[in-house]
């Protein structure tokens, strides 16, 4: 299945920004948990084992699947409920992680994070004089 290259160039970017702004926060998080770090790269190890299972088509237990499925779906939602938490007194009251507007009012109006200059093709006209 080919997937459009727009969509993708778009998301990728916005991938991109969020990391940079998330990765000393997280990174910060990490120092101070117990055996953080040890953690965060056996986490990482195994979700590139298991994208990489998926990819060649390894068969899988559907019941440890289903099992991993609702652990996941109830962790998010705790993240969900603590990131509302988090924002409810800065003025969000149902705030939606997945709602493009609400994370740039977050990040740029809320926490301050400055916006950062596109990059843009040769020969094409700028977007913006400034972000």
Known sequence: ????????RRYNARDVVITDVLT????????QTHRGMEQ???????????????????????EKV????????????DAESDLRSLTRPLGFENFNPGSHIQLKRL?????????????????SPPSTRRC
């Open 1 to 8: 299945m080919k997937r459009d290259p727009l969509k993708l």
């Open 24 to 31: 000393p926060i997280t990174t910060k998080r990490i120092a």
């Open 40 to 62: 965060f790269i056996n986490k990482m190890t195994l979700a590139r084992l298991a994208i990489e299972m998926s990819r060649v088509g390894l068969a899988v237990d559907e």
């Open 66 to 77: 289903k099992e991993h499925q609702k652990n996941l779906k109830h962790r998010i939602q």
């Open 107 to 123: 990040f740029v109006e809320k926490l301050g994070v400055r916006r950062r200059r596109r990059a843009r093709r040769p020969g």
